[in-house]
């Protein structure tokens, strides 16, 4: 029996060791290899997994990144003016079809970055998290889980501030200027509490004898042959695309001209296997329900 | 009961009024901050930005020449920028605009100048203004696509005014007529094109 058996998805059920090494490879692969293909890979990856993850309620957070993607996309051609080709000019400077495309793979590699995050933050847990660090480095990762869980909790914390006001009757104005002037109000209240709460967390977990010799964890994880698996799948599917990298994939150049798209077999198997890398939780959580779906059926 | 009642209505409408109030006002400011970033901002087509037509050199009309060189980025071909290698981006000799003569109106700087003529060459450049740099002056970024930094960490563009370099920025620098203004690219912090005050020598 595993640790979180309360938790609906198959992907966070592997172990641990499985799902760190995977979030590091598709985080750090995503941040550090500037190709176009490979950065909408882990884009559309990453949405289909939380979109698996979260459902409709992901749909309604869209609205937030779409327009995060299309202000960052029109950022760059305002304060970039590299590129060939000039589209006009603006006060004398051009703006240029390079620098925008520039800025849309900037939104493209942003949002895939934060939506892989979020699925970070939902599927390592803090004692998953703890388990993997806890003996080795306990302090740092105390430190690490705590700083990782802050903004998650102080959100939650913050809606529990905001209805209990309202509860009481105050701020319950309709005007947009009035809203502002009682999330003000919440955030102040925040800032206390969020100090008050990291010292209690640290106090707390001191009290329970954390970080001592002998201490067991809360959650235990066995290492199955199925983790075995996946481990082999996600490190070679990592090197074959750091292959795709040292062959030049990593030189591909906006400015001043947009680099060709190479089709080469190193190349392209890159793209390949870290396309499957990106799918790879998306495609295991829908299998996994589909099987439940069948089992349910057959009840 | 009843009176608390009623009250309370009355009061809701009249905050509900309020409100609204406050809300146009900060639509308006809104509109107000967009209207001026709006008028501030000047959009060019691509047509209209290069000029077509400059002023014709007749035989009273004061001169300088201008010429454009890269020369010394094929020395050091090894730190140029991958991007820039390929193809027939840069011109094959390094000479990107050969020596040319402008006209000079009233008050030109070497800024000026350059500005002109590469509107009117059609050459891609790319500068950072007076309010922008600690020195008051403007300060060229990259012209042909070659920018600071392209070719090595001590790469850069500097101008030559009569076969020296001026201790001053280049929307500074006043021209007279007959003077000739050259535009090098340096990638040893002019070491190498012959500013020796920068190179490190003194």
Redesign the interface.
Same mark, same amino acid.
Do not use: M
């Given at each position: 029996m595993r640790g979180n058996a309360g938790r609906e998805n198959a992907f966070s059920r592997l172990h641990p060791a499985v799902l760190m090494t995977f979030f590091l490879s598709e985080l750090l692969l995503t941040v550090f290899l500037p190709h176009p293909v490979l950065q909408a890979e882990a884009l559309v990856g990453g949405l289909l997994f939380c979109l698996l993850l979260w459902g409709g309620e992901f749909l309604r957070e869209l609205g937030f990144y779409l327009p995060l993607f299309v202000l960052v996309a029109l950022t760059n051609p305002l304060f970039s003016h590299n590129g060939v080709t000039p589209l006009f000019f603006l006060n004398g400077n051009p703006v240029t079809w390079e620098a925008l495309l520039y800025g849309i793979f900037l939104a493209v590699s942003v949002t895939g970055v934060l939506f892989w995050c979020k699925a970070y933050s939902r599927v390592m847990t803090s004692d998953k998290f703890l388990y993997l660090f806890g003996k080795v480095a306990p302090r740092l990762s105390l430190v690490l889980s705590v700083a990782l869980r802050f903004l998650p909790a102080y959100l939650a914390q913050s809606k529990r501030v905001e209805r209990a006001q309202k509860g009481v009757g105050l701020y319950a104005g309709e005007s947009f200027t009035d809203r502002i002037k009682n999330r003000l109000r919440v955030f102040v209240a925040m800032v206390s509490w969020s100090t008050e709460n990291a010292m209690e967390v640290s106090a707390s977990m001191k009290g329970r004898g954390y970080g001592k010799k002998g201490r067991t964890n809360f959650s235990l994880f066995k290492f199955t042959s199925a983790d075995g698996v996946f481990l082999a799948l996600i490190l070679s599917l990592t090197a074959l695309t750091l292959c795709g990298a040292a062959a030049g994939m990593k030189n591909f150049a906006f400015y001043p001209r947009v680099s060709r798209v190479e089709l080469s077999p190193v190349s392209f198997a890159a793209c390949l296997s870290f396309g499957l890398q990106s799918l790879l939780p998306a495609l295991w959580e829908g299998k996994e329900r589909i099987l439940w779906k069948y089992y349910v059926s057959k009840i | 009961m009843k009176f608390k009642g009623k009250r309370g209505a009355e009061g809701g409408a009249f905050? &509900?009024k309020f409100?609204?109030k &406050? /809300?146009f006002l $900060?639509l308006f400011g809104l509109i107000l901050v967009l209207a001026v970033l709006i008028h501030g901002? #000047?959009? =060019? %087509?691509?047509e #209209?930005?290069y000029l077509l037509h400059l002023d014709d050199v007749t035989p009273e009309s004061e001169t300088v020449t201008l010429s454009i060189t890269c020369q010394t980025v094929f020395e050091h071909e090894k730190v140029l /920028?991958?991007? $820039?290698r390929e *193809?027939d $981006?840069l011109p094959s000799d390094g000479v990107i605009l050969p020596p040319t003569e402008y006209v000079l109106r009233e008050g030109d700087t070497v800024f000026d100048i350059l %500005?002109r003529a590469v509107r009117h060459e059609k050459i =891609?450049m #790319?500068f950072q203004g007076a309010d922008k740099s600690p020195f008051g002056s403007v300060y060229i970024q *990259?012209i042909h696509?070659l920018?600071e930094f392209s070719c090595g960490p001590l790469s850069g563009w500097m101008y030559r005014v009569d076969g020296e370099f001026p201790q001053c920025g280049c929307s500074r620098y006043s021209l007279h007529d007959g003077q000739c203004v050259e535009w090098i690219y340096t990638c040893e912090l002019g070491k190498d094109i012959g500013a020796e005050w920068m190179g490190g020598q003194r």
């Open positions: - | 905050r &509900k409100f609204w &406050k /809300d $900060l901002t #000047e959009i =060019q %087509s691509v #209209e930005y /920028d991958p991007a $820039l *193809g $981006l %500005s =891609q #790319e *990259g696509w920018y």
